[in-house]
């Protein structure tokens, strides 16, 4: 296998952010249109085609720190993984490439979860105006800030993370199946190509083919966090998803998956080339 440069701490942080802000910015009409689609409200109820930019302001707060933490962590974790499994081949003989997928899926999985410290509020903040629900980002969180007479503290602290187990089984799956096919992608190119690294081109057309098979398979995990997020009181996960089933039937988990894998595909496309495109000035090997 070709070895590719590990990236600085530096590198990642800053090719996150970058990344992380571009696709959220470019692509937020289609978050809006998905978010209405799946909301329990319905599509014109919950706003229709109007005011689609309606909750940017949480994005462009979030992108960068969200995006900038999962990078962060994912190419830490890789390059741990990856020394440890290069030692050991040294110490026990070949150990095999099949190993590299698994340690992309564990780095990715955990960079989910540092992300998701950023990401559950902001999403929370974004949806409920996406939804209609508040006028604005700013008109969201000062809603649920201002419960803290009633709630207190951890109360409102429990509402800006409401859905963080249920985002966590969705962005796991959904890493474990997007990166692992980003970087086989990306590693055949570079073996046809003979090359040491690849092009911000290749990697776009890589992470769009990965993002657009991973959002179609986990849509159900979507419509079950966007749901919860949106419910006007705490509901536990397996109750909403007996309510859901009952109101709607099983078609209703599928709610919004065009807008979702045409979203994703064009972000995976936007975010992991941009990442690359960053990575490759920054560290000098595009």
Same mark, same amino acid.
């Given at each position: 296998?070709?070895?590719?440069?590990?990236?600085?701490?530096?590198?990642?942080?800053?090719?996150?952010?970058?990344?992380?802000?571009?696709?959220?910015?470019?692509?937020?009409?289609?978050?809006?249109?998905?978010?209405?689609?799946?909301?329990?409200?319905?599509?014109?109820?919950?706003?229709?085609?109007?005011?689609?930019?309606?909750?940017?302001?949480?994005?462009?707060?979030?992108?960068?720190?969200?995006?900038?933490?999962?990078?962060?962590?994912?190419?830490?974790?890789?390059?741990?993984?990856?020394?440890?499994?290069?030692?050991?081949?040294?110490?026990?003989?070949?150990?095999?490439?099949?190993?590299? /997928?698994?340690?992309?899926?564990?780095?990715?999985?955990?960079?989910?979860?540092?992300?998701?410290?950023?990401?559950?509020?902001?999403?929370?903040?974004?949806?409920?105006?996406?939804?209609?629900?508040?006028?604005?980002?700013?008109?969201?969180?000062?809603?649920?800030?201002?419960?803290?007479?009633?709630?207190?503290?951890?109360?409102?602290?429990?509402?800006?993370?409401?859905?963080?187990?249920?985002?966590?089984?969705?962005?796991? /799956?959904?890493?474990?199946?997007?990166? /692992?096919?980003?970087?086989?992608?990306?590693?055949?190119?570079?073996?046809?190509?003979?090359?040491?690294?690849?092009?911000?081109?290749?990697?776009?057309?890589?992470?769009?083919?990965?993002?657009?098979?991973?959002?179609?398979?986990?849509?159900?995990?979507?419509?079950?966090?966007?749901?919860?997020?949106?419910?006007?009181?705490?509901?536990?996960?397996?109750?909403?998803?007996?309510?859901?089933?009952?109101?709607?039937?099983?078609?209703?988990?599928?709610?919004?998956?065009? /807008?979702?894998?045409?979203?994703?595909?064009?972000?995976?496309?936007?975010?992991?080339?941009?990442?690359?495109?960053?990575?490759?000035?920054?560290?000098?090997?595009?």
């Amino acid at each position: 296998m070709v070895s590719q440069a590990q990236p600085t701490f530096t590198t990642a942080l800053l090719s996150g952010a970058l990344a992380g802000t571009t696709v959220d910015l470019s692509l937020y009409p289609l978050d809006t249109l998905k978010t209405r689609l799946q909301s329990s409200a319905g599509f014109l109820a919950s706003g229709g085609f109007t005011g689609i930019y309606r909750g940017v302001g949480s994005a462009i707060v979030g992108s960068a720190p969200g995006a900038a933490l999962f990078f962060c962590t994912y190419e830490y974790s890789k390059s741990l993984l990856f020394a440890r499994r290069k030692a050991k081949e040294v110490t026990d003989g070949q150990v095999g490439d099949w190993t590299a /997928p698994i340690e992309h899926m564990i780095a990715a999985s955990l960079g989910e979860v540092a992300a998701c410290a950023v990401r559950v509020p902001t999403e929370v903040v974004k949806q409920r105006a996406q939804a209609g629900q508040r006028p604005s980002s700013l008109a969201s969180l000062a809603a649920i800030l201002s419960q803290h007479r009633t709630i207190g503290i951890r109360g409102v602290w429990m509402e800006l993370y409401r859905g963080w187990s249920v985002t966590i089984m969705r962005e796991v /799956p959904f890493t474990v199946i997007q990166f /692992p096919l980003w970087e086989s992608m990306k590693e055949y190119r570079r073996r046809k190509s003979g090359k040491d690294g690849i092009t911000a081109f290749e990697s776009a057309l890589s992470g769009s083919a990965a993002g657009a098979i991973a959002a179609g398979i986990t849509t159900p995990l979507d419509v079950l966090k966007t749901r919860m997020m949106l419910a006007k009181e705490k509901t536990a996960m397996v109750p909403l998803l007996k309510q859901i089933l009952k109101d709607s039937g099983p078609r209703a988990f599928f709610a919004g998956i065009g /807008p979702r894998v045409l979203w994703i595909s064009a972000g995976g496309a936007i975010f992991l080339g941009s990442y690359q495109w960053a990575y490759n000035s920054l560290s000098r090997e595009g």
